[in-house]
C-alpha cells in the first residue's frame, strides 16, 4: 500500500472531520495549487461531489456522511430541508437523493435541490453533530405535511411528540409566522383537535376525528387513572374508553393485563370502562358512537342520582 505524503495525509484527517468531503477552498489553503488539485484528482484520491467539493480517497455512503459534504457545498447558513431532514428525523424509512437543502441566497448547486427561505431564525436550524444542519423537526413537519396522507401525518405528529422532538405550542406557533405555508391547511385540523399527551398508535390517532363527527362530549386521552395510562377519559361522566387495537392487545400477556386495568379501576373509582375492537370501531362507528352516547347519558344520570 502506497504510503500518503504528509499534505495527503492532512487532506485525510481534514476530510474525516467533514465526512469523508473537503472543500476547495480548504485545498488551497493548505496551500495547494490547481495543478496539485488535478494531480489528485486523476489518480483518484480527490473525486468531485459536489460544487467544489471533493470526496477524499472514496465515495462516502452513509446518508449523513453525504449530507455533511452537500452542506460543505453549501455554505454554512445552509441545511437539510424538507425530505431530506424528513429522513433524518425518521418520517421516511429510506433516505432519497438528490439531497435537499436550504440556502439564504440565490444560488444553483449541482446535484442539489435548493430551497430559499431568507425567514428562517437560528432556532429553526439544529446541529446534530458538527457539519450536520438540519431545519428543527417542527419546520421539517410543515414541509412533508402536503406530501404525506392525512392519516399518516397524523401518525407522525404523535410520533414525534412521543420521542419529546416537538410539543404542540412550537407547531402552533409555526403555523402564525408561516400562515401561507402550503403545509398549513394540512397540520391546522391535526392541531385542533390534537390532546395534552401524543397518542401512541394508529388506533388512538382515529379517536379525535371520530370523536369531533359523532359530537361526542369532552374528553382527555392518555390520562392516568390508578396508576394505568388510559386511551380516553370522559372526566365528567367518569367513563373510561380502551381502543382495543391489535397491535397492542396481540398478546396473552396484554389481555389479562387489560382486565386486571379494568378491575382496578372499578374497585377504587368505581369508574366502568368500554372495550371498543378495531373492527367495530372502523367498521360501524355510528352504531358504536350511539351505544357511546346512550352509555354517557346513563353515567349522568347515575352520577346525578348519587349526588343527590
Not at 392518555?222 to 386511551?231: I, L, M, W
Not at 381502543?243 to 397492542?248: A, F, L, S
Not at 398478546?251 to 373509582?269: C, G, P
Not at 370502562?273 to 354517557?296: G, K, M, S
Request: hydrophobic share 40%; aromatic share 8%; charged share 25%.
Amino acid at each position: 500500500m502506497a504510503t500518503l505524503s504528509s499534505t495527503d495525509a492532512l487532506i485525510s484527517v481534514l476530510a474525516a472531520r467533514q465526512g469523508g468531503y473537503i472543500h476547495r477552498d480548504q485545498l488551497n489553503r493548505l496551500p495547494l495549487t490547481a495543478s496539485a488539485i488535478r494531480h489528485r484528482i486523476r489518480r483518484g484520491f480527490l473525486i468531485p461531489a459536489y460544487h467544489r467539493v471533493y470526496a477524499v480517497g472514496h465515495l462516502p455512503t452513509h446518508p449523513h456522511d453525504r449530507a455533511k459534504g452537500a452542506l460543505l457545498a453549501a455554505g454554512p447558513r445552509s441545511a437539510l430541508v424538507d425530505i431530506s431532514a424528513a429522513s433524518y428525523y425518521g418520517i421516511y424509512k429510506r433516505w432519497r437523493y438528490p439531497l435537499h437543502v436550504t440556502v439564504p441566497t440565490d444560488r444553483r448547486l449541482g446535484g442539489l435541490v435548493i430551497h430559499r427561505n431568507r425567514r428562517l431564525l437560528r432556532s429553526d436550524i439544529v446541529t446534530p453533530e458538527p457539519g450536520l444542519r438540519i431545519i428543527s423537526p417542527a419546520l421539517t413537519l410543515l414541509d412533508v405535511a402536503p406530501k404525506l396522507y392525512p392519516k399518516r401525518l397524523r401518525r407522525v405528529v404523535n410520533e414525534i411528540r412521543l420521542e419529546h422532538r416537538i410539543e404542540l405550542a412550537d407547531l402552533r406557533a409555526l403555523l402564525a409566522r408561516f400562515p401561507r405555508h402550503p403545509g398549513v391547511p394540512h397540520l391546522g385540523p391535526i392541531l385542533a383537535t390534537s390532546q395534552k399527551q401524543p397518542t401512541r398508535s394508529a388506533f388512538e390517532d382515529d379517536w379525535p376525528p371520530f370523536a369531533l363527527r359523532y359530537d361526542l362530549p369532552a374528553y382527555v386521552m392518555n390520562e392516568f387513572v390508578c396508576g394505568y395510562r388510559t386511551d380516553v377519559l370522559f372526566t365528567e361522566e367518569q367513563l373510561v374508553v380502551e381502543t382495543d387495537g391489535w397491535e397492542t392487545h396481540q398478546t396473552h400477556e396484554a389481555f389479562i393485563e387489560d382486565r386486571e386495568q379494568d378491575a382496578t379501576i372499578l374497585a377504587k373509582t368505581g369508574m366502568p370502562t368500554v372495550r371498543i375492537t378495531y373492527d367495530n370501531f372502523h367498521q360501524r362507528p355510528a352504531r358504536e358512537a350511539e351505544r357511546l352516547h346512550t352509555i354517557l347519558a346513563r353515567r349522568r344520570v347515575e352520577l346525578q342520582l348519587a349526588a343527590d
